[in-house]
């Protein structure tokens, strides 16, 4: 089975400072794809970032960021200068390959910026 | 290009009743996915439709159904509604039924059962 551990529930910052979320993920397949979402208070989910298991480059995309490390089965987020736009609930997921296709997602971190 | 609709957005239904939620994917993609989220159980999958067929199905019981029609468009109904079945359903779409795609989400349809 597969299982997507965010054990950071809440976390607040102030304006400017960085943040890394952190995502732990579990599964028995050796290709399957990570997510990033995020879920602004309006409700709805928005994509930040695929990453499938052979690319373990890290990625930078303006002030977003994520590390990907096989060895450690991790998918950090880092936020840098976060703005109070930031604030949201933030979603890892993971998505196998045959019976494990399903999108599993995390409990989620619901990051609050102070202006 | 429009993203994902859903209706209704809200929705107040008591026990026992059934309900049904509609979802319009993003024109051109062929897959579409329902996800149900409650602040104890989090995000979960219910099932996943492509090309009319279900393709895969989560844990919830047989009260959850879907379909789904020759234009993408998407259905999920819940009969017999219980209590617990209050949450933020989400319908998903991507371009093609491939664990690589991205999934783009709707708004939701929030659903109390009163």
């Given at each position: 089975a597969q299982k997507v551990t965010q054990a950071q529930t809440e976390i607040s910052v102030v304006e400017k400072e960085d943040v890394t979320l952190d995502c732990v993920y579990e599964t028995r397949d050796t290709t399957y794809y990570l997510f990033w979402y995020k879920q602004p208070p309006s409700g709805e989910l928005v994509f930040l970032i695929r990453r499938n298991s052979f690319d373990e480059q890290n990625e930078i995309s303006g002030r977003y960021s994520w590390n990907f490390q096989k060895s450690t089965s991790s998918f950090n987020f880092t936020i840098t200068a976060?703005?109070?736009?930031?604030?949201a609930v933030y979603f890892c997921a993971l998505r196998g390959t045959g019976a494990n296709s399903k999108l599993t997602f995390g409990k989620g971190i619901t990051l609050s910026v102070r202006p | 290009k429009a993203g994902v609709t859903q209706t209704p957005r809200y929705l107040i239904k008591t026990r026992g009743q059934q309900v049904t939620l509609s979802c319009s994917p993003i024109s051109g993609h062929r897959s579409v996915s329902w996800y149900q989220q409650t602040p104890g159980q989090g995000l979960q999958f219910l099932f996943e439709y492509f090309s009319e067929t279900q393709r895969n199905k989560g844990n919830?019981?047989?009260?959850f159904s879907g379909r789904q029609f020759s234009n993408s468009r998407s259905e999920m109904n819940v009969s017999?509604?219980?209590?617990?079945?209050?949450a933020l359903y989400l319908c998903a779409s991507s371009l093609?039924?491939?664990?690589y795609n991205e999934q783009f989400f709707g708004p939701g349809t929030r659903l109390t059962v009163l």
């Amino acid at each position: 089975a597969q299982k997507v551990t965010q054990a950071q529930t809440e976390i607040s910052v102030v304006e400017k400072e960085d943040v890394t979320l952190d995502c732990v993920y579990e599964t028995r397949d050796t290709t399957y794809y990570l997510f990033w979402y995020k879920q602004p208070p309006s409700g709805e989910l928005v994509f930040l970032i695929r990453r499938n298991s052979f690319d373990e480059q890290n990625e930078i995309s303006g002030r977003y960021s994520w590390n990907f490390q096989k060895s450690t089965s991790s998918f950090n987020f880092t936020i840098t200068a976060s703005q109070v736009v930031d604030s949201a609930v933030y979603f890892c997921a993971l998505r196998g390959t045959g019976a494990n296709s399903k999108l599993t997602f995390g409990k989620g971190i619901t990051l609050s910026v102070r202006p | 290009k429009a993203g994902v609709t859903q209706t209704p957005r809200y929705l107040i239904k008591t026990r026992g009743q059934q309900v049904t939620l509609s979802c319009s994917p993003i024109s051109g993609h062929r897959s579409v996915s329902w996800y149900q989220q409650t602040p104890g159980q989090g995000l979960q999958f219910l099932f996943e439709y492509f090309s009319e067929t279900q393709r895969n199905k989560g844990n919830f019981p047989g009260r959850f159904s879907g379909r789904q029609f020759s234009n993408s468009r998407s259905e999920m109904n819940v009969s017999t509604l219980e209590l617990g079945d209050s949450a933020l359903y989400l319908c998903a779409s991507s371009l093609v039924n491939s664990v690589y795609n991205e999934q783009f989400f709707g708004p939701g349809t929030r659903l109390t059962v009163l």
